[in-house]
């Protein structure tokens, strides 16, 4: 009977939390993607999604973006030619957070997380309303995100990342 309570008692120790932060799930499926420049060009690299105190960024390798009709889906390799970052900060953060010229001090970063594989996924049509304009959708395929304690965060719903539009 001692053993038995021995046992009990030391797996309720390793079961225990260390008080760590966990993310448990990261959901931007109804966030628009949003950018720092007035209207996305082909030199357009950085995007990013804000929900409260937490985002999720996409650095799309250069080049990528083209105003032709894709025939086929453009693939990039994450993280070889593009990157995914998720931070989760202290507080409510926004758009300025990623635009200023010099970062603001708060709020600051609380977790940070970089996608360890993955592709991002380009498809690209011309705008159906003016011949000059073409849409790009990004895909996020496969994503794997790793914390430092080298735990996959699940539950990720990051699949459908946004859709773009460039001019001619």
Known sequence: ???????????????????????????????????????????????????????????LQSGLLKNEIATDTIRSAVPSQSNIIYRLFTETVSKDYFCADIPPITPT????????????????????TDTTQFVHSLILKDIT?????????????????GTITTQE
């Not at 970063?109 to 159906?128: C, Y």
């Not at 539950?155 to 459908?160: F, L």
């Open 1 to 59: 009977m001692k053993r038995h309570l021995l046992l009990l008692l030391l797996f309720s120790f390793y079961s225990c939390s260390d008080g760590e932060l966990q993310i448990d799930v990261i959901d931007f499926d109804d966030v628009a993607i949003q950018f720092c420049e007035s209207e996305t060009t082909l030199n357009s690299t950085v995007f990013f999604k804000i929900s409260g105190s937490e985002a999720l960024i996409l650095e």
């Open 109 to 128: 970063v609380v977790d940070e997380v970089l996608a360890e594989a993955g592709e991002v996924l380009i498809t690209t049509i011309q705008s159906d």
């Open 145 to 161: 995100l790793v914390n430092e304690e080298g735990e996959r965060i699940t539950n990720t719903q990051i699949e459908d990342f």
